[in-house]
């Protein structure tokens, strides 16, 4: 798995700007180190879904998402993936480490595990995409917890249906941050329906003046 440097830049706040050798040498170190300590974990189940418009409810269990945005993104889906992704626990201590020696490195390590960590939910993603389209779906793009209205708080849902702790060691802590930290959850629907996704992450957030936004307001659907 190739961890994307242009996104590693793009975390690390340059826009177009050249940088120097020593910044160069010190990206492609941590791009090394993070692919020989990072453990890419994954696991995810597929439910048939209700949406009612405001609420999405997992058929055969009691969990219902509180979310207009949730039901919009979903809105012609029938069945919901739930996935969980994380790089493990290693990937947490060295950054940590450094940012007690060298910052420098600790910022563009943390740039580093970000990338890697969009990359392997990309993946799954992929694989996701190919399972449906053999059953006759196309899905949608990752929605996590956080975008639109759909409440951080559903990081705890999500990991504890998935049995994650158990199954690849992702937990959540009483505020809702995920342990390891370089993880993500997310849904991906499953629709009759062209595919639809989204091509700008960024398009999402709430926060246009985000320094590691993407694409300005008025080009989102280009970028």
Known sequence: ????????????????????????????????????????????????????????????????????????HLHNSDRCALMAATLGIEVD?????????????????????????EALCDKVQENMREMAQREGYNITSRYSPGYGDLSITNQKVIIEVLRAYTRIGLSVNNNYVMIPRKSVTALIGFQRGEENIVKCKCSRCEEKNCMYRKCGVANESEC
Do not use: H, P
Request: glycine share 2%; charged share 30%; proline share 0%.
């Open 93 to 117: 201590k060295r950054i940590q480490y450094y940012s007690r020696i060298n910052l420098t490195k600790a910022i563009v390590m943390d740039a580093c595990a970000t990338a890697a960590i």
């Open 1 to 72: 798995m190739n961890i994307d440097r242009k996104e590693v830049l793009r975390y690390l706040g340059y826009k177009n700007q050249s940088i120097d050798e020593v910044m160069e040498k010190l990206i492609d170190e941590a791009m090394i180190e993070i692919k020989e300590i990072m453990r890419r974990n994954y696991v995810y189940n597929i439910y048939d879904i209700e949406n009612q418009s405001e609420k999405v409810i997992l058929k055969n269990t009691n969990i219902i998402f509180q979310s207009k945005s949730l039901g919009e």
